[in-house]
């Protein structure tokens, strides 16, 4: 026969996964990126959401849809593509939820903006593209760290 635990045992048992921080979280750069174009560039919330995810997880592939207004002569319809075959609508939808559940940090879309507001696109893709290899290499505190600096600046 077997006993029961006790009460207060059964109090002190922990269920199910440990939480985790929310900021550690890698999609939190992508977050920050989404509320720091909205600022800077007065964009809707899904535009920003489909230009992050172009800038950060997607690479160029052959355009899925052609275009149904005028266009000049000159334009060349561009696809992306993200990786493991996922559809835009569905990744940026989870980064939408985790933005609900765990706001960006205030410091990092003010940097983010503010770096946005420059004029040449080149200089910001390259910016973006060092704090990834930032973040991916040192961790996302550290990163936090050195964009506390620029911001005080």
């Not at 509320?35 to 992050?52: G, N, P, V, Y």
């Not at 003010?110 to 200089?123: E, F, N, W, Y």
Request: proline share 7%.
């Amino acid at each position: 026969m077997m006993t029961r635990a006790s009460a207060a045992r059964r109090e002190r048992r922990l269920r199910g996964r440990p939480a985790k921080d929310p900021h550690e979280d890698p999609d939190q750069l992508s977050i920050a990126l989404v509320a720091a174009m909205q600022d800077a560039w007065k964009i809707s919330e899904r535009k920003a959401f489909d230009l992050t995810l172009c800038f950060l997880e997607a690479h160029e592939g052959p355009p899925t849809k052609v275009p149904r207004a005028k266009h000049p002569a000159d334009s060349v319809p561009i696809g992306y593509k993200l990786v493991n075959n996922r559809a835009f609508a569905n990744r940026a939808s989870t980064l939408r939820k985790k933005s609900k559940r765990t706001p960006p940090r205030r410091r990092v879309v003010q940097a983010l903006s503010l770096a946005l507001r420059c004029k040449d696109i080149a200089a910001v893709h390259r910016l973006f593209d060092q704090l990834l290899v930032l973040a991916s290499v040192t961790g996302y505190e550290r990163l936090q760290q050195a964009i506390d600096r620029l911001v005080e600046r």
